[in-house]
């Protein structure tokens, strides 16, 4: 029987695949807070339905592979690595760590930390020599 983690990390895939974010949403308490690297905080799940679209509209696809995970019980931890394209077409890579903390049926809290540097384009560069 799958703990709540790995029932996490098969619904995110599938919300990847569909891009439908309610059956993820679906795992989260009404009491949920959810964070990224911003300062905002999502709660409940309206709130995971909207930190779950915006996470998808920031891609034209991604796809997360997840390279381990742990669950206590009351705490999943799920280290992963990110593939996709941005909006624009320009691919990205980037992994993280996810954190969630829950009592087996339904997610209380959600917390990821990633490689924001991933989302940066490089300026580009100018001629410098004498005309």
């Known amino acids: 029987m799958a703990n709540l983690t790995e029932t996490f990390m098969q619904a995110l895939r599938n919300t990847e695949d569909s891009r439908d974010p309610a059956p993820l949403a679906a795992l989260f308490a009404e009491d949920a807070s959810l964070r990224n690297l911003t300062t905002q ?24 592979e997840f390279t381990h995970h742990t669950d206590d ?34 997610v209380h809290a959600f917390r990821t930390y990633y490689d924001s540097a991933a989302f940066v384009k490089p300026a580009v560069q100018g001629e410098t020599g004498a005309r």
């Open 73 to 106: 019980g009351h705490t999943g931890v799920m280290e992963w690595e990110a593939t996709g394209q941005l909006g624009d077409g320009t691919d990205i890579a980037y992994r993280g760590i996810s954190v969630i903390e829950h009592d087996g049926q339904s």
């Open 41 to 64: 905080t999502w709660t409940g799940v309206d709130g995971a339905r909207e930190f779950w679209s915006a996470y998808l509209a920031n891609f034209r696809r991604i796809r997360s």
